[in-house]
């Protein structure tokens, strides 16, 4: 299937390079420059809710096209399985956005569209993009986007994107016919619509995804075997799954009305959001080692020794009422919003005392299910006071009645900023409760603290450096973790640390530095897993070619990481947990890049991991699971302004 999809790709990008030169044989410059991304335009739903209408060209620069952070929807820096669209967790600590009831399955987060931060468009021309990257050892990443005004005053567009990846760890990694490991394909549908007296915005967007990933459980060493040291890796290497799998589905329908009753001083909004998570883990060949429960993997059999069919399924239904203003000094937000959610579990159980005539013919299974409901009501709001650009103080909070509560405060004075926050919020239901084959747990726990300091400055040096420094402090209370077991456990004491974040980029001429490091002290934070460094570096040249035709960049990409015990992956519940065996060695990745532009296309080609074999044998992103070995890549983003 993964074939058909790369093979209908290129030919579609084949037949669209064809008609863009015949096109140009017929049409002159003046004329194509009529449509550009100068016309094309993009706004957001938050900002014209807090009275910014502000419409923005695309973004049609080079800058990071070929770093793989930027494949996706969320480029913070991210622990995952080794490749491209697989479960994955922030290497960064970062604090709870969503108070109250959560399910708490993010591992393919990254990989999903926003609903809250989906950009809309005012175009003046029909516009599309495609963008697709195809790696040397399978790894491939293809969005299409079409959006076009219906009349001046209403937009629509839809977008569709796909993520894959093959195998590289065990034997099946060798068999092209089973090299499948990953499949994750998504779709967007957005529309704004703006009334012709301008009192009344309405945007809605439905988003879907579907991932399909097959769990290896990372490589098995041998009884003898020293953890990391004589890991050959990749095709060499047993896998301790060879039939688990699994699948999840969201859906997301968005709507929100904003509706002007006193120009910007007064507008009443309503959003309606509606969620669906749906996640099944499978292995229908447990292999014979792991039935003797000794493994992490699988340490009980409650239901089956056979087969594992486990599956949760999570809904929502958010209604948001409010209202907000701003005028030239200040901006105010008061909102209520009701959430309605529930959870279905289920897990395949074997009966027993069947006669083997009814067993023969596999009838012998039935589904047990547990499900649980929850109605929950929250008020908050938020103020901010400014001078144009010069500062700013802010101030948010949200408030679950009886329940969970957020709150913020930030002072801005020029580039310099300090902020307060306290988060109180419960575990998530997956902490909490779990029906499952190997691992069951009913714990309603406390809810936890998290208290965090920051302060810091954005500053542009001149005209040729920018530099951007935080620094933070965080106290954690009751901090509830996965532990050695993967099953959640409350630390006994606060998790304490404190860090700094700092970006410096700085170019002579052609020549371009960009510098981020982040340092992060847990000496009192055992069970909160950051490396304590994480340095990322690139150094590039950049300029016109061939009188202004072409715009290349020319460069060096690297990362690294301290040594540290990174999280270890469990595939059965779909979580990261706290181990102390396998120690994540400091090893840089280095790629080297070129990317170009021309016109109205952008591509780059890219060698990555060239340092592979030069130094560790194996480079591990996550205990067992090693990251990519070195490969060529490439990758075109088309535009097309009518």
Known sequence: ??????????????????KEAAVAQIIDDSTRLLYSPKTTLELYERNVLEGDYTELP??????????????????????????????????????????????????????????????????????????YVQGGRGEQTFEALHTRNINPRWNFGLAYQILSADQQIGPASQDRRNKGFLDNQA??????????????????????????????????????????ADIAGYQQENVNLTQAANEESRNNLHLTHIYRVAKENLKAYH????????????????????LDGKSYLYPNFYYSKERTEDATAYKELENTVGMTGNNRLSSYKAYMRVRNSSILYSVLDSIEGL??????????????????????????????????ELAEL??????????????????????????????????????RYMLSNHYKWDDDRSNMVIDRIEAGINQRIGKRQYFKFNANYTNIKRWVFFNERAQPERAGENQRFWGGLLSHNIN???????????????????????????????????????????????????????????????????????????????????????????????????????NYGLTEPVNFITPYYPGMRRSFVFGVQWRFFD
Not at 413 to 424: D, F, N, P, Q
Not at 556 to 583: C, K
């Open 1 to 18: 299937m993964k074939r058909r999809i790369s093979a209908f790709i290129l030919v579609t990008l084949l037949l669209l390079l064809a």
């Open 58 to 131: 695309i973004d049609t620069s080079l800058n990071n096209m070929q770093n793989e952070r930027y494949w996706f929807n969320d480029t913070t820096f991210y622990q995952h399985l080794g490749n491209v669209g697989t479960a994955a967790t922030p290497m960064l600590f970062q604090m709870p956005d969503k108070i109250g009831v959560r399910l708490g399955k993010n591992i393919f987060d990254r990989y999903a569209y926003d609903p809250q931060r989906i950009n809309y468009y005012n175009t003046r021309s029909p516009y599309t993009h495609l963008y």
């Open 187 to 228: 779709v967007k549908l957005f529309t704004h619509y703006r009334s012709e007296n301008e009192k009344y915005d309405l945007f809605f967007n439905y988003t879907f995804m579907k991932v399909e990933q097959i769990e290896t459980g990372g490589i098995r060493p041998g009884e003898d075997d020293n953890v990391q």
């Open 271 to 290: 959003t309606l959001d509606y969620y669906r998570q749906r996640n099944e883990y499978s292995d229908n060949d447990i292999p014979s080692y792991l």
């Open 355 to 388: 006669p083997d005539t009814v067993r023969a013919k596999g009838n012998y299974f039935q589904t047990l299910t547990s499900e649980s409901s929850y109605n929950q009501v929250f008020l908050g709001g938020s103020i901010r006071l400014f001078y144009k």
């Open 394 to 431: 802010t101030g948010n909070a949200e408030y679950q009645l009886a329940g969970d509560y957020k709150i913020k405060g930030m002072a801005r004075l020029g580039g310099a900023y300090g902020s307060l926050e306290r988060v109180l919020y419960t575990p998530s239901l997956v902490q």
């Open 508 to 610: 002579f001429g052609p020549v371009h530095f960009e510098n981020f490091v982040s340092y992060t002290n847990t000496d009192e934070a055992d069970k909160v897993i950051i490396p304590e460094w994480l340095w990322d570096s690139k150094v590039y040249i950049e300029g016109p070619l061939f009188k202004g035709a072409l715009y290349t960049q020319l460069g060096l990409h690297g990362t690294i990481n301290s040594d540290y015990y990174a999280y270890g992956y469990m595939p059965v519940t779909q979580q990261f947990f706290v181990q102390n065996d396998f120690q994540v060695q400091a090893y840089p990745v280095v790629d080297v890049f070129v990317n170009a532009d021309i016109k109205t296309i952008n591509v780059f080609l890219k060698m990555s991991h060239i």
